[in-house]
């Protein structure tokens, strides 16, 4: 019998111009819904997701606004994480990225999957 985890981490590579950015924080906030602590780790494009206004460009009917998306799973308790590398390479700082949003190295992402964490890519 497999372990049972109450934990997910969603990785994202796919900016504000790909349908999967929308995609991967449904399924974040669905994991929400179902009892999950949900962690995503934002790398590369993705890092778009999270710069103050930059979310605003995507929407992909039916799903909600990626705003939205985004703006929910922060409010229900849902964690980001930045890459800090991608956050520099694109010329970012922290006043650049939404509130709530932390810069912070691929350990910590690690450190969830070590303790037993699912994990999903995007």
Known sequence: MADVTDKLVV?????????LSSVAFTIANGGISAGLKVY??????AIDLVRKRGHDMTHVPPLEPLAKLIQDFMARG???WACPPCVKSRGYEQAD?????????????????KAGAATLSF
């Open 11 to 19: 990785l994202v590579t796919k900016g504000i111009d790909s349908e």
């Open 40 to 45: 995503v780790f934002l790398t590369s494009t």
């Open 78 to 80: 849902g964690v980001i």
């Open 97 to 113: 990225l939404i509130d709530g949003v932390t810069i912070a190295g691929a350990s910590v992402m690690h450190a969830e999957i």
